[in-house]
């Protein structure tokens, strides 16, 4: 069974530019999330979907990010315009049902963002 | 907010019993104790869930005292493709969603 599907794996942009990220979850799995891990912390949530509704999203940054779930199945996770902090690695996971009690989080290899 | 403190980093040798102590004071009723695993350059892997006493698996096993307020990872007979960050989280029952902290870097040498 295919994992969790996260493109691209590296993007490389200049400052001010828009970068889009697109993650498809596991098969069946309900909830997505979006995270950011900066070098050498751990992942810090950015959004969470149940289905198509984004049922938190109190720390993505709304000014410049934007994430959607069309038909509660693959999403994107937009940044525009970048700036130079925004350079980490960006995580999706997918789970079955609401955590954790239900199932552990299933993540992709996450997506490589510099921002120059 | 449930809120994780584990060491740093940690050295061990092959074949050696790993122990990563987690502290959680305020550890609410209804939260469990999950800890993941991260190699450079991948996501976070899913060891184990407990919720009181003891949790074995074919990876590790999880102590969990009565009061909760802590969690130890064991890890037996490491080996260098052990050599990873793991994490210990907390069900941050606020915001159902699960919380990492920095993790401990378990680094296993020959």
């Known amino acids: 069974e295919a994992g969790v599907v996260q493109s691209p794996r590296y993007k490389i942009i200049e400052k001010k530019q828009p970068v889009a990220f697109w993650c498809n979850p596991i098969s069946g799995h309900n909830t997505l999330y979006w995270y950011r891990q900066n070098l050498g912390q751990g992942p810090e949530l950015l959004i969470r979907y149940e289905n198509e509704e984004a049922v938190d999203d109190s720390q993505l940054p709304k000014d410049r990010f934007s994430a959607e779930r069309l038909k509660g199945v693959d999403s994107t996770l937009k940044i525009q315009p970048a700036e130079l902090g925004d350079s980490a690695v960006y995580l999706c996971?997918?789970?079955?049902?609401?955590?954790?009690?239900?199932?552990?989080?299933?993540f992709g290899e996450g997506s490589r963002l510099t921002v120059l | 907010l449930a809120k994780t403190t584990q060491p740093i980093s940690m050295d061990s040798y092959e074949g050696q019993e790993v122990n990563i102590t987690c502290s959680h004071n305020n550890i609410a009723t209804n939260d469990y104790i999950t800890w993941y695993q991260q190699f450079p350059s991948q996501g976070p892997r899913f060891i184990i869930q407990?919720?009181?006493t003891k949790v074995t698996n074919e990876v590790a096993s999880l102590f969990i005292p009565a009061d909760r307020k802590s969690s130890t990872l064991s890890l037996p007979r490491v080996s260098l493709s052990d050599t990873a960050v793991y994490y210990c989280l907390v069900e941050d029952t606020g915001r159902r969603a699960l919380t990492f902290g920095s993790g401990t870097r378990l680094q296993v040498q020959p």
């Open positions: 407990g919720y009181k």
């Open positions: 996971a997918s789970s079955f049902g609401q955590t954790p009690d239900t199932g552990e989080l299933f």
